[in-house]
Every structure is written in C-alpha cells, then in structure tokens.
C-alpha cells in the first residue's frame, strides 16, 4: 500500500485540497451552527419554555362603522366559538359574559369625609382563566356580598396618575383590599338589591371589572332581561404562541386580539425564515466544496490513469488501487466534521453568553443532537465520494 501511494500521490494538488477543505469547513460550520442555534432559540417562542407557558389573548369582533353607531350585538356565535376551539394553536376558549343588569358602586366614609357613587359594569369569565388566587372567589345565592375582581392597571393610573397630579396619597392593594363598596343590582322591572362589594384582587391579565361566574349567572337569571347574547368577547389560552398561523388565522377572521402577544409569533416565524435562508446559504457553500473535491479527484484520477490501468494489468484489484484516494477524501471529511465541531460549539457558548444575559430561564438543547446529525452528513458526503471514485475507476 506504501508504495502504491507514493507512486499515486505525485499529483495531488495541495492547493486544491485545502481549498475544498476551508470551503467544506465553513459550509458545514454555517449548517451545524444554524440549527443549534434554532434548537437553542426555538422553547423561548413555545409552550416548552417557562417565558411564554400558558399564553392568554382577549380576542373581539372588530366594531365596524354601521356597528358602533347601532346598539347591534357583534358577538360570537357557537359556530365561531367552535371553529377557533378547533384551531391547532388554542387550548381552551372562555366567553366573557356581561351583566345584563345596572350597577351602582359607592364608597362612603362619614369618619374619613370621603364619599363617592358611579355607575358601572359587571363582566365574568369561567374561574379557570382567573390569575388571582384568592379563597374569597366564590359566590352563592344567600351571600350578601360579591367578590371583584379590578385590573391592575386600574390601579396604576390612580397611583401614578390621579394621585401624583393631585397630590393625594397612594394606595396599596391590601389598602384596598380592605374597602367594602355598597353595590346596588337594579333593572327597570325589579326592586334594587343592596349588596356589598368587596376587592379580592387585582388582575393582570384580564382588563375589565370581574365578578364570580356563579354570581353572574345567578344576577342574570334573577335582575337580567333573560336575553341571549352572544358573548362581544372571548379569553383563548394559547397551546403555542409561535405557530406561524395564529396571526393569519385571526387576520382573515377580523378578530382583534388585546395586547401584543402574536409578537412571539412573528419573531417565531422571521426566525424560521432567517435560519432557513442561512442553512440553504450553508447547504450551497457545503455543495460546491464537495463538488471542489469531486472535481479535484476527478483530475487526480485523470492524471494517473496510465498507473492505475498498469497496476490493474499487473494483478492490483479495483478496491486496492482505488484505496488511497478513498481513504484520502474520508480523511478529509473527518477532519472537517471536527473542526465544524469545534467552531460550533465555540460560537454557541459565545452567543449563549450573551442570550444568558436577556433571559435566565431559557431550556438549552443537547449539542449530542447536532454531533448526529454532523456525524450524518460526514458519512454521507464519504459514501458520495467513495462511490464516485469507484465508478471512475474501472
């Protein structure tokens, strides 16, 4: 076998060949390197990661121009609330239901000299999308007083806005958590029901002014109209906030969706695209430097094709002369698997340093996924090349 190299290796271009294997090196480099960073990237826009775990959007019919001017219900219909219930990106779906009665809300304090009355709403969602965990939270017909829930930012534009103008005090949620308001419950056809109203907590993720649902439906059926209503609005817990068709889905619909949570959703699917673009960047790049080293064994045969046609006449079979270049291209491949190795993980600890530093709570992939599939390419593109050898070589 010695021999036989030396005698074959005359001609070998070294030019050539690290020319194919810088080429291979950054080509299969950019591939590796593009799919551990999606592996790596891809839980923070999913449900697999703690950032985005149970989603939830507030979804309306957009109010059209005949709409708003009529007191037209555009709610939901049970086709509409089922079809999105279908839907592979929604996990579970809640309609709100609104008071189909008035309200009054007062506040009065002889000691403090402060007293004040409004009128306002009712809205209820089922208890399973509440995020205030309070064992005040239930209602039954003989309680003379109802649970609220208010939405924080309520909260947050008396504190930061009414009470900084006004140079009035600031006020905590256990402050006013322990305030009772006088509710009053009338309709035109009933008595008023005197009730009283205590706050149970303040909500961050539902912006409306929420009481128990057993509460609403027993109100509704005893001082409400006993219409049906379609719901105006729907709470959907999101299975996955970055699937590419939550966005779509609800652009063709016409459904408006409270606060920017589809963002994850269109990073998800520019980062699909972005990484897609970089490994068909690799995948031409990894092409024609396997198509370099073709080329270049191709001219190598070529050029000792007098040698290896006399040591076949002489007795040398077609795997024995052929060996030298076969183990020559897969040399080169494993060296190259290495160093691609070797530069992705570099470059992955980099970029992960600098991730780390945004959000801790990001669920890494294993590199063991990445080796594989490394590990695949370099044993494909080996049997490719061995294979070209041997058909050359007759």
């Known amino acids: 076998m010695k021999l036989v190299w030396k005698l074959l290796r005359e001609n070998i271009s070294k030019a050539q060949l690290i020319g194919f294997g810088f080429a291979n090196l950054i080509g299969l480099s950019i591939i590796l390197l593009a799919i551990q960073f999606y592996m790596d990237i891809s839980p923070v826009f999913s449900e697999k990661d703690k950032l985005f775990k149970k989603d939830y959007v507030t979804v309306s019919k957009q109010v059209g121009l005949i709409s708003g001017l009529t007191a037209r219900s555009g709610g939901f219909s049970s086709a509409e609330i089922e079809d999105l219930e279908k839907q592979p990106f929604v996990k579970k779906v809640g309609a709100f239901t609104p008071s189909q009665f008035s309200v009054f809300a007062g506040f009065n304090n002889q000691n403090m000299g402060v007293g004040f009355n409004t009128e306002m709403f009712f809205e209820s969602v089922p208890d399973d999308f509440i995020d205030v965990k309070s064992e005040d939270w239930k209602f039954s017909p003989e309680d003379t007083s109802v649970p609220i829930i208010l939405p924080k930012n309520y909260l947050d534009l008396y504190n930061f806005g009414f009470a900084e103008s006004k140079s009035m005090p600031k006020l905590t949620e256990g402050l006013i958590g322990l305030v009772n308001l006088d509710i009053t419950i009338f309709t035109k056809y009933k008595e008023p029901k005197q009730m009283k109203g205590r706050i149970a907590g303040f909500s961050n993720r539902i912006n409306t002014i929420l009481v128990p649902q057993s509460f609403m439906t027993w109100a ?70 396997f198509f370099v080293l073709v080329l270049s064994i191709y001219l190598l045969l070529e050029k000792n094709m007098s040698k290896l046609r006399t040591l076949r006449l002489i007795g040398y079979s077609k795997s024995y002369v052929v060996r030298p270049y076969e183990i020559l291209s897969v040399a080169l491949n494993f060296i190259i698997l290495v160093l691609s190795l070797a530069v992705v993980l570099i470059a992955r600890g980099k970029y992960l340093n600098e991730i780390n530093k945004v959000l801790t709570t990001i669920e890494l992939a294993s590199p063991v996924c990445i080796i594989g599939i490394g590990v695949g390419i370099f044993v494909l593109l080996s049997l490719l090349n061995i294979l070209i050898i041997r058909r050359k070589v007759s």
């Open 220 to 289: 509704n059926a005893h001082y409400g109209n006993n219409m049906e209503v379609h719901p105006a609005r729907l709470i959907v817990e999101i299975s996955n906030i970055a699937d590419p068709n939550l966005d779509s889905y609800f652009k063709t619909k016409g459904y408006e969706i409270s606060g920017d949570n589809t963002t994850a959703s269109k990073m998800a699917f520019f980062l699909k695209i972005i990484v897609g673009i970089v490994l068909i960047v690799g995948v031409v790049i990894c092409f024609l430097s």
